[in-house]
């Protein structure tokens, strides 16, 4: 990442024209999106591993792009972005399940809720994206300021990921206790209506409830998510594009991995060591612009380090899932043999 003197314009790869695409794109998708969840229907896994492979080989096909178009500095500065910001979305889809279980709600109808969800994500990203990139080229004290939340984050993240409690209490969650003070609620859920008429006046269906829960979760992602890319790249552009890939395929992914989530129990630690390793490189890269002798992070090094944790992270996780049920197994086998052993 490159120093950011004060008062100065931050250097990007993309011109107008390529924003104007860029946004056209993801509205298609977004729309294309909108389209498949206007009936809702209970997603198949062949359906949505389809998805899946779609929105992740579109990222990384744009990556090969930005790598031949603008050189293999920025082409590893955005793919190490991309995966960050994918790590995160995944954490992400966690605390969605747990939300979506909370409110019950019907299989058919959660595509929709989790659309919604990832277009207010965008939106907020977008504003966090364009606000974080005034302060940066005008105070380059605030790549300090992104460490230390990120260091605040890492920590919330590690104690999360030592508590057993995971569940959520969608009652104690701001987004619910002040939509209930503005809007009666129904108690049946409507289709795919977030409001219904009731009784004269405009009440809140259980999805649109919903939808106000995750779109309160998106405000803390985006709080997240938008610094630590910022760690990796100073390009603006870079971590707009970073972040609406690693958002528009997480409606498809929730189904994907809906079950298999649960058996990455390290998924936490993971991602406590990769936010505060980013933040140890936004205090470092701050630092230089003060002491030019203190050395930076190269993107590189960065790559390899998220990349690592990642593979660890999996494989250990794996590894104590079939650990456990190996445990299992040999417990009902003993259990068996005393059943069976004569009096």
Do not use: C
Not at 205 to 221: E, S
């Amino acid at each position: 990442m490159a120093t950011t003197p004060e008062n100065q314009v931050l250097h990007t790869i993309a011109d107008l024209q390529l924003w104007v695409i860029t946004v056209i794109g993801i509205l298609v998708l977004l729309a294309l999106d909108f389209i498949i969840t206007r009936r809702p229907h209970a997603v198949e896994m062949k359906e949505a591993i389809g998805w899946s492979v779609f929105y992740i080989a579109l990222p990384l096909t744009f990556g090969l792009w930005v790598w031949n178009a603008h050189g293999s500095e920025i082409g590893l500065q955005y793919y190490t972005g991309y995966l960050v910001e994918k790590s995160l979305s995944v954490d992400n889809l966690f605390v969605f399940i747990l939300i979506l279980s909370a409110f019950a709600v019907p299989r058919a109808l959660q595509q929709r809720v989790l659309l919604i969800g990832i277009i207010g994500a965008l939106v907020l990203r977008t504003i966090f994206i364009a606000v974080g990139a005034v302060l940066i080229a005008r105070f380059s004290v605030i790549f300090l300021i992104f460490g230390i939340i990120l260091l605040i984050t890492a920590w919330g993240v590690l104690k999360d990921a030592l508590s057993d409690d995971h569940e959520v209490d969608v009652q104690e969650l701001k987004a619910v206790k002040w939509a209930k003070k503005l809007w009666p609620v129904t108690d049946e859920y409507e289709g795919t209506k977030l409001t219904v008429r009731q009784q004269g006046r405009r009440a809140l269906t259980p999805l649109g409830l919903v939808a106000l829960a995750i779109l309160g979760t998106d405000i803390v992602f985006a709080i997240d998510s938008v610094p630590a890319v910022y760690g990796i790249t100073g390009d603006p552009y870079l971590v707009f594009i970073t972040n609406a890939f690693a958002l528009l395929g997480l409606r498809a992914l929730y189904f994907v991995l809906q079950g298999a989530l649960s058996k990455l129990r390290y998924l936490g630690y993971g991602l406590a060591l990769i936010l505060a390793f980013i933040a140890v490189k936004l205090v470092l890269h701050w630092a230089h612009t003060v002491w030019p002798e203190v050395p930076g992070i190269p993107t590189t090094t960065s790559l390899i380090v998220i990349v690592v944790i990642l593979v660890m992270t999996a494989v250990l996780s794996l590894w104590a899932e079939k650990r456990d049920a190996k445990r299992m197994t040999l417990a009902g086998e003993v259990d068996q043999d005393d059943l069976n052993r004569p009096l």
